[in-house]
């Protein structure tokens, strides 16, 4: 199941489930922002491309909650 990251690993804003959010396939997940503009689309991770979040329906949320660790990268990113 796709891990839903409260935060994004770059800036560490909120990101809720319904937010505008960009994932790798390792689910490293940023905002739409940094994704865009400051990582060009790629991960700074794995290197791997950035796709849209898919929203995770609310009556699914009830069951599936998202994640409540955030994660933040250890080094700064791309700028
Ligand atoms: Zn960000
Ligand atoms: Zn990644």
Same mark, same amino acid.
């Given at each position: ?19 505008? %959010?960009?994932?790798? &396939?390792?689910?490293?997940? +940023?905002? %739409? %922002?940094?994704?865009?503009? =400051? ?11 950035? #796709?849209?979040?898919? #929203?995770?329906?609310?009556a699914?949320?009830?069951? +599936?909650?998202?994640s409540?660790? =955030? ?7 791309? &700028?």
């Amino acid at each position: 199941m796709l891990l839903l990251k409260p935060n994004c690993e770059c800036c560490d804003r909120d990101l809720p489930p319904e937010a505008d %959010a960009r994932i790798c &396939s390792f689910e490293c997940t +940023f905002c %739409a %922002a940094c994704a865009d503009t =400051r990582l060009q689309g790629i991960c700074p991770n794995c290197g791997g491309g950035l #796709v849209t979040r898919p #929203v995770r329906p609310t009556a699914a949320l009830a069951r +599936f909650p998202a994640s409540q660790d =955030r994660v933040v990268r250890s080094a700064p990113c791309p &700028s």
